[in-house]
Nanobody
């Protein structure tokens, strides 16, 4: 089995920062890419940022210049540094990864989500 576990959510005031972490574990042979989605109440889940294991990162326009997505391909972790947070960034943040397992099965897996709340 393969799992993603997020941590680092919480409550912060507008203009503040949060740092999310996501750890991949289990029978993983390789990771193609990892990243973050978010879902605010009453809205659809949206891509926030994604990084390939070759180092290419893409961001949603709404977070460019404020959020930084980085990865550790030894620890199998991805991090989302969120600065200059706004109330509209309030959402449940989900880690997602495209992995190849030790039995060479391609999977898209998701974490359980972590709440990030920005007060005005």
């Amino acid at each position: 089995q393969v799992h993603l576990v997020e941590s680092g959510g919480g409550l912060v005031q507008s203009g503040g920062s949060l740092r999310l972490s996501c750890l991949a574990s289990g029978s993983i042979n390789s990771i193609n890419d990892m990243g973050w989605f978010r879902q605010a109440p009453g809205k659809e889940r949206e891509l926030v940022a994604r990084i390939t294991w070759g180092g290419h990162t893409n961001y949603a326009d709404s977070v460019k210049g404020r959020f930084t997505n980085s990865g550790d391909n030894v620890q199998l972790m991805v991090f989302l540094q969120m600065n200059s947070l706004k109330p509209e960034d309030t959402a449940v943040y989900y880690c997602s990864a495209d992995v190849r397992t030790s039995t060479w099965v391609q999977l898209n897996i998701w974490g359980q989500g972590t709440q990030g709340t920005v007060s005005s």
